[in-house]
């Protein structure tokens, strides 16, 4: 699978200009299951649970990595492609009759197979591949959400990573200590400012606009950012910045009363990285949720009937893969699809011309064009234009072809 995955980390590289910034995703997911016996499955809380009831679910866990493929230049739309997919099992529980050294190699065993400990492993082998792929001179940004921005990350980052992360709103931060000539130990943490709750109700920091693309289209989103901070938990050796996003209003119809979502705190390692390109970084993560959703509904991960250890690991992690690939070559492809020349879209989608393409539109494509292969014709282009002009008549009606293109497992 490492194989593959290079394969895929080379080209996203490739795709990405030299003035553009490296951006990777990190984030875990679960697979369901149902056999007792399936190797590297257990007992896991389910993250679709309501907030005031943990449920639990039967299944194992994936740690993904996805890089940001910009559509272009400046503040616009990025797809996450998946540069790696790592089963990451926990430790076997043990009897009760369990003597002390196998309790000593439980307890150690717990230890390595720790989540947040092989997150760090893979960021490693990820920041070694792409220095082989080219991009050895290139800082690495890293978005990562609330789970992994914790000490095991911060205190074992490797060089030239960039660590942006969710905190709490009750996390101590402290200033750089002033230089001091005075005799004895130097100091690492001078004195702790209010915490980012604190901080977003203060009026002594000033609130700043900054454009950032999110939701389909750029937005102006509200922050206040405190820079030159250090973190107990993180380590004396990183000079941090907090970032700190007012909540965007909304309304889900026209008539309904605006609505509220929670504020954002945000800390990033490089406390000299430019607001507008932080904010930018973090908010495409949505993306790996995108990837975990086409790889479990459209691609079927996990749904494999096998049992053999290795296959177990190896079978989503190849779907990841094919799933990257397939990605890569529709960026390569349709840069700006002419909507004109390429199968429409159902018709209940919104009209949208600069729309990108979503997952199932790119597997009709690459059906169609397997069919226009196997049948001896260059292309379904008289199909297309056809079906265009049945849409805009009034009294459309789904054609035989319409549903043979539009077919879905």
């Not at 309790?103 to 082989?132: C, F, P």
């Not at 605006?258 to 705190?265: E, I, N, Q, V």
Request: aromatic letters at 10%.
């Amino acid at each position: 699978m490492n194989k593959l995955f290079n394969v895929s980390q080379k080209e996203v590289v490739e795709e990405i200009s030299s003035d553009q910034m490296l951006i990777a995703h990190m984030d875990d997911t679960i697979l369901k299951k149902t056999g007792k016996k399936m190797s590297g499955a257990s007992w896991r809380r389910d993250p679709l649970g309501p907030p005031f009831q943990t449920n639990f679910i039967w299944g194992q866990r994936f740690l993904q990595i996805s890089m940001a493929l910009p559509a272009q230049k400046g503040i616009c739309q990025s797809r996450a492609i998946p540069v790696d997919f790592h089963h990451c099992p926990t430790a076997n529980r043990l009897n009760k009759k369990a003597t002390e050294s196998e309790i000593k190699e439980y307890r150690e065993a717990k230890k390595q197979l720790n989540l947040s400990l092989q997150g760090v492993d893979r960021i490693k082998r990820l920041r070694q591949s792409l220095d082989h792929n080219g991009a050895k001179e290139k800082e690495l940004y890293l978005s990562v959400d609330g789970s992994y921005t914790n000490t095991n990350v911060f205190k074992n980052l490797p060089g030239r990573v960039t660590l942006i992360g969710r905190i709490r709103k009750d996390t101590r931060l402290h200033k750089i200590p002033e230089f001091s000539n005075n005799m004895g130990r130097k100091k690492i943490y001078g004195d702790q400012i209010p915490t980012p709750e604190e901080v977003r109700k203060s009026d002594d920091f000033e609130w700043r606009d900054v454009k950032a693309w999110a939701a389909g289209k750029e937005h102006i989103f509200n922050v206040k950012v405190v820079k030159n901070l250090r973190w107990e938990k993180a380590g004396g050796k990183h000079n941090l910045q907090l970032v700190i996003i007012r909540p965007l209003h909304y309304r889900l119809t026209k008539k309904s009363r605006m609505l509220y979502k929670d504020p954002a705190y945000l800390i990033c390692t490089d406390n000299n990285l430019d607001i507008e390109k932080l904010l930018q970084a973090y908010l495409w993560r949505w993306e790996i949720e995108v990837n975990f959703r086409d790889e479990k509904t459209i691609f079927g991960s996990g749904k494999a009937q096998v049992r053999n250890e290795q296959s177990v690991a190896n079978v989503p992690a190849f779907i990841a893969a094919i799933y990257s690939f397939l990605l890569i070559a529709a960026h390569k492809t349709y840069r700006k699809p002419d909507r004109s020349k390429i199968l429409p879209r159902p018709i209940w989608y919104r009209e949208n011309k600069e729309q990108r393409l979503s997952t199932s539109e790119i597997l009709n494509l690459l059906r169609s064009q397997l069919w226009a292969k196997a049948l001896g014709c260059d292309s379904f282009s008289g199909f297309v234009k056809r079906e265009i002009d049945i849409r805009n008549r009034k009294n459309y009606a789904p054609s035989l072809s319409s549903t043979l293109f539009y077919i879905r497992k």
